[in-house]
């Protein structure tokens, strides 16, 4: 089992930057693939990025798409969100979630609770 937790949340203002972290615990997160999904109120949830086990290949929606960018530290057993030059679109729940094996669009297996980013403009 691995238990995900999301933090880093928070209100900003449009064009502000946020940092989202995925700490994981249980089991080490090395062994899984983490992907940032977000669902925005009364709307499908949707991934935003994807990172593979070892970090070397990453996959981002075209809406964020050169302001977002995903990052890992299996030392830390955490996976990262930075997120600049936010827009009130970007406001929705972010989650984390891992699956074993490389499929962004895939099943996965575990889901962190979600953490609130609300971009005011």
């Known amino acids: 089992q691995v238990q995900l937790v999301e933090s880093g949340g928070a209100l900003v203002q449009a064009g502000g930057s946020l940092r989202l972290s995925c700490a994981a615990s249980g089991r080490t997160l090395s062994s899984y693939a983490v992907g940032w999904f977000r669902q925005a109120s009364g709307k499908e949830r949707d991934i935003v990025a994807a990172i593979s086990s070892s970090g070397t290949t990453l996959s981002y929606a075209d809406s964020v798409e050169g302001r977002f960018t995903i990052s890992r530290d299996n030392a830390k057993n955490t996976v990262y969100l930075q997120m600049n030059s936010l827009k009130p679109e970007d406001t929705a729940v972010y989650y984390c979630?891992?699956?074993?094996?490389?499929?962004?669009?895939?099943?996965?297996?575990?889901w962190g609770q979600g953490t609130q980013v609300t971009v005011s403009s």
């Open positions: 979630a891992a699956r074993r094996g490389w499929a962004p669009l895939g099943r996965y297996d575990y």
